[in-house]
């Protein structure tokens, strides 16, 4: 409806965990990274927790994206609000044990070891991927820490991969399921995004929807995108979908900060951590790391802006683009020229936006 007064081929603030749209950070990069590493070398139990909202099922979904083609036979529960039975009913049609397996947990375990055993055998990984765990009964949480006891003397044959809330950790700390805490192999968390990245997020996905990020929010706009999300991704999207359509009414591009704060009045949003420290500078944490065949001195230094937002934002844009080109299923990456050193004071949001990308996606023709 909008897309086409931004200059935009599609909406770049839909909900659905597209993973064309896949902002990695150095946190979302290093969670990716574990997803995949615990399932190919199969170390059995994977736990991804975060803040509802925070990118853990994009995250997951991308990784399974890059493993097809490994070998990988992958298994997918997004609604584990299950009684144990429909939990047995629900493996045997993924597993093809046959419905009368259901039946009799007996059968269904003597099965899927069986079908376990074969994949192992060919070279095939199977991963059991739950969404939203933090909703599994009790006695689920125990299936499932039967089910990862699956293995040989040397392998693991069902990778199971748990991805919730926070509350998923809280569970998993109580004494009644340290079993199933003492088999996690490996962990990782997502938080909400800073300024910076909350910039860079929102500057890349119009990017790949087509279109110009500076012709869309203004600096100020962006802010207060921030401030009322607390760097949530998923509401974030909420704001800057709900904004481009009230812009889009009021014949206004780009969208300024008044109309953001009359999105987030309209969805009875308030400022999170309004009195938030801008860093100074970019934390090195954020800074790209380095790739095989390339050196620390090879990479552009980060320039030290001011302190005000617009600042962040503009470092934003200066680190996106000196990002190289990484498609979270290849090693290769692309070194790519340092752009201008953004002027603080000209506010201006995605200068180096407009030439480079940050994303590993190819542009819309």
């Given at each position: 409806m909008y897309h086409e007064y931004y200059?935009?081929?599609?909406?770049?603030?839909?909900?659905?965990?597209?993973?064309?749209?896949?902002?990695?950070?150095?946190?979302?990069?290093?969670?990716?990274?574990?997803?995949?590493?615990?399932?190919?070398s199969r170390r059995g139990i994977i736990v991804v927790t975060g803040e509802a909202g925070t990118g853990k099922?994009?995250?997951?979904?991308?990784?399974?994206?890059?493993?097809?083609g490994e070998n990988v036979r992958q298994t997918?529960?997004?609604?584990?609000?299950?009684?144990?039975?429909?939990?047995?009913?629900?493996?045997?049609?993924?597993?093809?044990?046959?419905?009368?397996?259901?039946?009799?947990?007996?059968?269904?375990?003597?099965?899927?070891?069986a079908v376990l055993a074969k994949a192992h055998a060919a070279g095939q990984v199977t991963a059991l991927v739950v969404d939203e765990a933090q909703s599994l009964p009790h006695e689920l949480l125990e299936e499932i820490r039967l089910l990862a006891n699956i293995e040989t003397s040397t392998a693991k044959l069902l990778q199971v991969v748990l991805v919730g809330q926070p509350e998923l950790a809280d569970r998993l700390n109580d004494s009644s399921l340290r079993q199933l805490k003492?088999?996690?192999?490996?962990?990782?968390?997502?938080?909400p995004l800073d300024l910076r990245a909350t910039a860079a997020l929102i500057a890349g996905r119009i990017r790949v929807a087509g279109g110009n990020p500076s012709e869309v929010f203004t600096p100020a706009a962006v802010e207060l995108v921030y401030r009322y999300s607390g760097g949530v991704a998923r509401t974030i999207n909420v704001i800057c979908d709900n904004a481009l359509l009230s812009g889009f009414a009021a014949e206004q591009r780009p969208v300024g900060p008044a109309l953001v704060e009359e999105v987030c009045r309209d969805f009875d949003l308030a400022p999170r951590d309004p009195q938030a420290r801008v860093p100074s500078r970019l934390p090195a944490a954020d800074t790209p790391r380095p790739t095989l065949g390339t050196k620390n001195n090879d990479r552009p230094a980060s320039p030290t802006l001011g302190t005000s937002p617009a600042g962040v934002v503009a470092a934003a844009a200066t680190a996106a683009a000196s990002a190289s080109d990484t498609d979270p299923g290849s090693t290769t990456t692309t070194p790519r020229t340092a752009p201008p050193t953004p002027d603080d004071s000209s506010r201006d949001l995605f200068t180096s936006f407009g030439k480079r990308r940050w994303f590993s996606f190819r542009k819309k023709t």
């Open positions: 200059g935009l081929t599609e909406r770049p603030f839909d909900l659905t965990p597209n993973t064309r749209y896949l902002y990695l950070t150095p946190m979302h990069r290093e969670a990716l990274a574990a997803v995949q590493y615990g399932i190919t099922t994009t995250i997951v979904r991308a990784a399974l994206r890059a493993l097809r997918y529960l997004n609604n584990p609000a299950l009684t144990r039975d429909e939990f047995l009913q629900f493996l045997t049609k993924a597993f093809r044990l046959g419905a009368e397996s259901a039946l009799s947990k007996t059968d269904l375990l003597s099965k899927l070891t003492q088999r996690v192999a490996i962990r990782a968390t997502l938080r």
